[in-house]
């Protein structure tokens, strides 16, 4: 066999992300949960491979399928704009067997009080590391900014909880059941925005369609931010409204009554399930890299684009996750 050439584009990913099939592909390769069990050197090979690679340096005996594995094993643990690691439960692979564990629990012990605010404290804490890690551009964010996101969320997650939980209590159980969603569905509404409002004040970065940069754009940052918290809601639909209606079946069976002990294993089962497609199919409802047409930009940015190159009608941008 030769040498493999310097021609296949792994700036983009390997699937068609023009359509729903293609985008799909892709995260089901990102999420996948195994990508956690590497080690740092697997991940520091794979990132040599990846940057000598597009540096123009093949490495000895690389096959393209090798090359393809490298580049998602890099994406899985590696901040696309800044280059960083990841910290291990802020990566993508991290998602279905920690939302598993948390959305499983919040399910199972939704009826006290004390564990209903610590269910939403623990998946509020862990959302605050995801939607920073996987943040779009590159700008900093300071301690300030993440605290104040990391305590509004959180607050609005325990309130809308309870609150709704206390105007539950007299209506039926499987109604209860649902209190979990509501509560997850307001917090990312909150926690994405704030986590991510460094990129609301100063804009993240908008490419030509060969990567070049071309200024930073709130526009830009307001669709991928609306994109990213309909993503997680949707993501989370499935996970916490599929699971609670066989729970409430299958605990007025007499196989579990004989064993309460089943219910919470057997939710997260259930939960983990529910993630593993629900997961990338939801990531994949719009583009890693989405496009934005030069008209909606902020009128600076958009006189600049058309001053320095005319023939431009759509600008990109890394959604974040």
């Known amino acids: 066999m030769g040498e493999l050439p310097l021609d296949i584009n792994i700036q983009e990913p390997r699937w068609d992300q023009s359509t729903f099939l293609g985008r799909a592909r892709h995260f089901f390769t990102v999420t996948d949960p195994r990508n956690l069990l590497l080690s740092g050197a697997q991940l520091e090979a794979s990132r040599n491979i990846v940057q000598n690679y597009r540096a123009g340096v093949v490495t000895p005996g690389l096959t393209e399928d090798q090359l393809w594995r490298a580049k998602y094993v890099y994406d899985s643990a590696f901040h696309p704009d800044t280059g960083e690691?990841?910290?291990?439960?802020?990566?993508?692979?991290?998602?279905?067997?920690?939302?598993?564990?948390?959305?499983?629990?919040?399910?199972?012990?939704?009826?006290?009080?004390?564990t209903v605010v610590f269910w939403q404290w623990v998946n509020q804490s862990f959302n605050a590391v995801v939607n920073y890690s996987n943040r779009s551009g590159d700008a900093p964010i300071t301690v300030g900014q993440l605290g104040t996101a990391y305590v509004s969320a959180t607050t609005g997650a325990v309130a809308t909880a309870l609150g709704l939980k206390s105007l539950t209590k007299h209506l039926p159980p499987l109604v209860g059941r649902f209190v979990p969603f509501a509560a997850v569905a307001a917090a990312n509404c909150i926690n994405i925005p704030l986590m991510r409002q460094r990129e609301l004040q100063v804009g993240i970065p908008v490419t030509d369609e060969e990567s070049q940069r071309l200024g930073h754009s709130v526009a830009a940052a307001k669709q991928g931010i609306f994109q990213v918290v309909v993503s997680r809601i949707c993501m989370a639909i499935p996970a916490m409204a599929i699971p609670p209606v066989i729970m409430d079946t299958l605990e007025k069976k007499d196989f579990l009554k004989r064993r309460p002990w089943l219910g919470a294993p057997l939710q997260v089962g259930l939960v983990g399930f529910c993630l593993v497609f629900a997961t990338p199919l939801c990531c994949a409802l719009f583009p890693q890299r989405s496009s934005l047409h030069v008209s909606r930009l902020e009128p600076e940015l958009r006189a600049r684009i058309r001053e320095q190159n005319p023939d431009i009608e759509v600008v990109y941008y890394n959604k974040g996750l």
Not at 87 to 114: D, E
């Open 85 to 114: 690691k990841v910290v291990l439960i802020g990566r993508m692979s991290a998602q279905v067997p920690m939302n598993m564990t948390i959305t499983g629990c919040m399910l199972t012990f939704y009826r006290k009080t004390p």
